[in-house]
């Protein structure tokens, strides 16, 4: 289970440009649930992912992962349970380093990054069937360095490395947003697969309604920190493009977007 | 010949200066100015314990676990405090002005009639024709064990890390590292290394000098630069072994200036010239060089 809990967030306190973006704002996800983000943007989207990372602290209120209280723990121990993929297809992975040294990192995760060989020879066959699955022709570049990628390819390696050992939570922060059309919709079937397979409890913010729609359990509109759309199972499945869309209008025009 | 063999045997300790500052410039993207500092401090220590009579050989290890330290200090100033790295190192560098006067007692301390690196035993059982290397052939065997030993740490796990820090800080963070820790390593494995150039050095010269320092970073920027320029288009050259051509290439050059008709008074206003013109004529300041204050 993943919880906000009564949380507040204030940015830029005490100067004219205060503001609140979040006010007793609390979101349980239970385990296991593949949840979509939808919300205009400074909606508070990316902010709560930040919040659940610990890349940004909150200010008021209780963060909870299973049953441990992680309001006061570091980024980098958070993520010990959580994988997270970016907007940007560069932040996910290493560019200097080839696809190999990439995939032995990631495969690392948790343990110990000691004195020993950072490639383990053992498991190359293995990095390569993971690769192989994805359909891109990355298990023959083992040895280029990930720079030398096209977006969608890292993208790819991005969700696949951050998959790879065993976590709860995944956080998806528009990660198909840079990707064109045909790439985007590879990464979206990537990403429901891994998420099935691993029973991965999931959070994706996405700025397409339709994949909010088609993908998940549950979807969640936010705006100006608020939740004004929550459906899951059923009713989720019941909804209609249309519908968000014109919820979606609403919001936009009261922001005189 | 004496004026090429001094150009290896400079080039080459410079060399082991520059494989610390390829970690930190060019792996870690950290502008570390420790290193002004820490390489008269491996040169403090190393003349110090040789004058109180410790085995030369002896005194480099603990050279480089004095640089190491400096390195420490830099990295906790810069993680810890969250000071900016250019300033990190430039605080340090000034602190240890003080503390290498007070290891070696005084600003210039020689030890002329003291067995060293180059002058003992072992180099003097050398055959007659290779005497004339022998301060070429120790300064070798340091390099190439260095040079080795790196090569050797950036394919493990740990070097992984550190090259993953200086690339891409947010794949370290969702590895679940602590991305500081690494930086803070670096510029330790690094500045134990340039303690370990300035040791050699002190040794080769049999004497400490309290300025010995001034410039050594931009010494070892121009090799690092210079060998990263020369085979940028060579996928099979490794940075370290790119970075000590480099190294001899420049000390090359500024001996080539100095022979013009150049004094030794000229040397640093040459360095810094050379610098430079690699700068410009290499268009690395088109890259990020990340050298804002």
Known sequence: ?257 | MGIIIGIFEEGMIYAILALGVLITYRILDFPDLTVDSSFPLGAAVSAILTVNGMNPLLTLPIAALAGAVSGLVTGLIHVKCHVRDLLSGIITMTGLYSINLRIAGRANLPFFNMETLFDNGFTTSFPTFLQPYSKMIVVLIVLLLVKLLLDLFMKTKAGFLLRAVGDNQTVVTTLAKDSGLIKIEGLVIANALVALAGAVMAQKNRVFDISMGTGAIVFGLAAVIIGMNLFKNISFIKGTTAAIVGSIIYKACVAAALSMGLVPQDLKLITAVLFLLILVLGGVHKKKVKFRA
């Open chain 1, 1 to 257: 289970m993943l919880e906000l809990r009564d949380v507040s967030k204030v940015y830029s306190p005490g100067s004219v440009n205060e503001n609140c973006l979040f006010r007793h704002f609390s979101l349980s996800i239970p385990d296991s649930q593949f949840v979509s983000v939808v919300g205009s943007n400074g909606s508070g989207k990316t902010s709560m992912l930040n919040m659940l990372c610990g890349s940004i602290p909150v200010d008021e209120g209780q963060i909870l992962m299973g049953s441990q209280d992680i309001t006061k723990i570091k980024d980098f121990k958070r993520y010990r349970n959580i994988g997270r993929v970016y907007q940007n297809p560069a932040m996910g992975t290493c560019g200097s380093m080839t696809i190999l040294e990439n995939m032995s990192m990631a495969d690392n995760k948790g343990k110990s990054f000691g004195i020993t060989p950072g490639v383990n020879k053992r498991r190359i066959d293995e990095y390569r069937e993971l690769l192989q699955k994805l359909g891109l022709g990355l298990e023959d570049k083992l040895h280029t360095p990930v720079g030398a990628l096209s977006g969608g390819q890292r993208q790819a390696m991005a969700l696949l490395m951050s998959t790879m050992t065993s976590i709860e939570f995944l956080i998806l922060d528009e990660h198909t947003a840079a990707l064109d059309p045909k790439t985007a919709e590879l990464i979206m079937k990537l990403t429901d697969r891994l998420v099935r397979e691993k029973h991965l409890t999931t959070l994706m913010v996405t700025h397409n309604l339709r994949y909010a729609l088609e993908y998940g359990d549950r979807i969640i509109m936010l705006h100006e920190g608020h939740i004004v759309l929550d459906k899951a199972g059923e009713e989720k499945a019941n909804l209609a493009l249309d519908e968000i869309l014109a919820l979606f209008n609403q919001i936009s025009i009261e922001c005189g977007n």
